[in-house]
C-alpha cells in the first residue's frame, strides 16, 4: 500500500544552521510523483517541488534542495544557512499513476522551527 | 490576484447544528478538493470534484456534504452526523483532476471548533 513517512515531528535548529527533513515513501507503481508542500503558520499550503519517478537528478533553488534516492525511497528536503522565516510545519507528499491519480497521499508533516 | 478564498476563518458549532464552510477560486481550475487535517497528522481527503456538477468521496467523507453548482465554488457542509468536526479544513484546487503531474493551490483554511 502506499504511504509517506516523515519520522521527524519536530526540529529545532538556530538560524544559519543547515537542516533536513526526511521523507520516506512507499508504492507499488513505478509511476508516480513527490511532493513537498510548506505550511506557514497563515495556514495556507505553499508548493515547493515535484518530481518524478524518473528523474532522480538533485534540484537545487536558492537555499533549498531536494535528494530524491529510488534505491532508499527517499525525498529528503535540505536547507541550507536558515533563516526564521523558514519556519513552518513541511510535508511530502506523493501521487501515482493508476486509479488513484486524483490523490495525494500526505505524510503527517514535520514541524520546523528556526531560533533566532 | 488569483487564488482561492476561504471563509470563516474560525468557525464555532454547537453540536447538532450544520454548518457550511466557503471555498471560492479564480484560479479557472476545473478540480477542487476539501482535506481536513488534525494535529500531527497529514491532510486526509474528503470530497474531490473534477468538473463542475460532479464529485467524488474521499477517505473521510461520511459526516460531510458538497455541491459543485459552479466551477468557481465548491462548499463544504458539515453535518450533525459528523462526531468528530473540530478540526482545520483545508481546502484546494489544481488545473486538472488528477494530481499526478500537477501542483495543487490551497486556501488559507477554516478552524471549526463544536462548543
Known amino acids: 500500500a502506499q504511504k509517506v513517512t516523515q519520522a521527524q515531528t519536530e526540529i529545532s535548529v538556530v538560524e544559519k544552521e543547515d537542516v533536513t527533513l526526511d521523507c520516506v515513501y512507499e508504492?507499488?507503481?513505478?509511476?508516480?510523483?513527490l511532493f513537498w508542500y510548506k505550511q506557514p503558520p497563515s495556514g495556507e499550503l505553499v508548493f515547493l517541488i515535484r518530481r518524478n519517478s524518473f528523474d532522480e537528478q538533485n534540484e537545487i533553488s536558492g537555499r533549498y534542495s531536494w535528494n530524491f534516492q529510488k534505491s532508499t525511497s527517499s525525498f529528503n528536503f535540505t536547507i541550507t544557512a536558515s533563516q526564521v522565516v523558514d519556519s513552518a510545519v513541511y510535508f511530502c507528499?506523493?501521487?501515482?499513476?493508476?486509479?488513484?491519480?486524483?490523490?495525494?497521499?500526505w505524510g503527517a508533516g514535520t514541524k520546523l522551527i528556526i531560533k533566532p | 490576484d488569483g487564488g482561492i478564498t476561504q471563509s470563516p476563518k474560525y468557525l464555532f458549532r454547537k453540536e447538532g447544528q450544520n454548518v457550511t464552510l466557503s471555498c471560492e477560486q479564480n484560479?479557472?481550475?476545473?478540480?477542487m478538493y476539501w482535506y481536513r487535517q488534525d494535529p500531527g497528522q497529514g491532510l486526509r481527503l474528503i470530497y474531490y470534484s473534477q468538473i463542475v456538477n460532479d464529485f467524488q468521496k474521499g477517505d473521510i467523507a461520511e459526516g460531510y456534504s458538497v455541491s459543485r453548482e459552479k466551477k468557481e465554488s465548491f462548499p463544504l457542509t458539515v453535518t450533525s452526523a459528523q462526531k468528530n468536526p473540530t478540526a482545520f479544513y483545508l481546502c484546494?484546487?489544481?488545473?486538472?483532476?488528477?494530481?499526478?503531474?500537477?501542483?495543487?493551490?490551497f486556501g488559507q483554511g477554516t478552524r471549526l471548533t463544536v462548543v
Open positions: 507528499a506523493l501521487s501515482e499513476a493508476g486509479d488513484s491519480n486524483y490523490q495525494l497521499i
Open positions: 484546494a484546487s489544481s488545473i486538472k483532476g488528477q494530481l499526478l503531474n500537477t501542483e495543487a493551490f
Open positions: 508504492t507499488r507503481d513505478t509511476t508516480y510523483y
Open positions: 484560479l479557472n481550475h476545473d478540480a
